[in-house]
Structures are given as structure tokens and as C-alpha cells.
């Protein structure tokens, strides 16, 4: 286990943060609720937020900038699919999110962006692939990772299960 001042791999960090668009829209934030607690080093949040933080302390404010690439990744044309409408089991429409078995049986999540009279065209990019990140950022607390935590990869909350 980590015991250290600063963040590193191992250690359960929280903190409260605000994520903007380029345009300066605020997408999501902590502000008034609990921090978001990661163990760090173990790719619970996107990655070029987790490098920036490595060795910030707590009581430390910083703002980041991660690049689409670094964040949700660039848009991929190819996760744009059409399928035909007779496959759905229900009505579809624009907007709607719905889960699919992808490759391996892995679940995927595709957004419908478009109905025709015979076809679906569906998204399976993340919303904000393509999109560069602004986060204001303050390190709520660390601790230690425990060695089950560690060894999950994730942190364990109350209440919890046992995994």
C-alpha cells in the first residue's frame, strides 16, 4: 500500500471537480454533492485527467485541459452502424439509447440517431468522443488503497458487496 502526501497509483483519491465543453457549458460537476472518489492508477477515469492529477495534493486546485484523444477518444465513423428496422422487437426513435451484445458478448451502448421506413442508423461512440475537456479540479482527500481494492482495480464504498 501507497502512503503518500501526493497522488499516486494505489491511493483512493476524491475529489470535486466541474468538466466543461470547449464552448465553456458546464456538462457535469460535483459542485453541492459528494466528491468523485477513483483509486488512482488503475483507469477508473479517463486518462489524460488521471496523468494530470499524478502528484497533486490535497487542498490543491488545478485546471486541466484533456484533448478528445486523451479523454472519450476521437470520433469513430465506423461505430456508426445501420441496421435494419425490422431487427428492433420495439419502436424506435432518434435519441432513444438502447443496449446491444457486441463483439464477444461484450454489452454495447448505441444511441438511434436516425430512423428511416426500412433502417436504424445507430451511434456507438461515447457522447463526448471528439469533444476537448475543461476541468476545474480540487483533491477533496487520499488514502491509501486497501489490498482488496487494489487488487479489484476499484474502490470499495458502504455498503458495498463483497466481490
Not at 477513483?38 to 477515469?45: A, C
Request: charged fraction near 25%.
Amino acid at each position: 500500500m501507497t502512503d503518500s502526501k501526493t497522488i499516486v497509483a494505489d491511493q483512493v483519491v476524491e475529489i470535486h471537480y466541474t468538466l466543461k465543453n470547449p464552448d465553456g457549458d458546464v456538462l457535469d460537476s460535483s459542485e453541492g454533492g459528494d466528491p468523485l472518489t477513483y483509486l488512482h492508477g488503475h483507469d477508473n477515469i479517463i486518462p489524460g485527467l488521471e496523468a494530470a492529477l499524478e502528484g497533486k495534493a490535497v487542498g490543491e486546485s488545478v485546471s486541466i485541459d484533456v484533448p478528445a484523444a486523451d479523454g472519450y477518444g476521437e470520433r469513430d465513423e465506423e461505430k456508426v452502424i445501420q441496421l435494419p428496422k425490422d431487427n428492433f422487437e420495439f419502436e424506435v426513435e432518434p435519441e432513444m439509447i438502447v443496449r446491444a451484445e457486441g463483439p464477444g458478448g461484450a454489452a454495447v451502448v448505441l444511441k438511434v440517431v436516425a430512423v428511416s421506413e426500412d433502417t436504424v442508423s445507430l451511434d456507438g461512440n461515447h457522447p463526448l468522443a471528439g469533444v476537448d475537456l475543461h476541468f476545474d479540479v480540487e483533491v477533496a482527500s487520499l488514502r491509501a488503497g486497501t489490498e482488496e481494492e487494489i487488487a479489484h482495480g476499484h474502490v470499495h464504498g458502504a455498503g458495498e458487496p463483497p466481490h
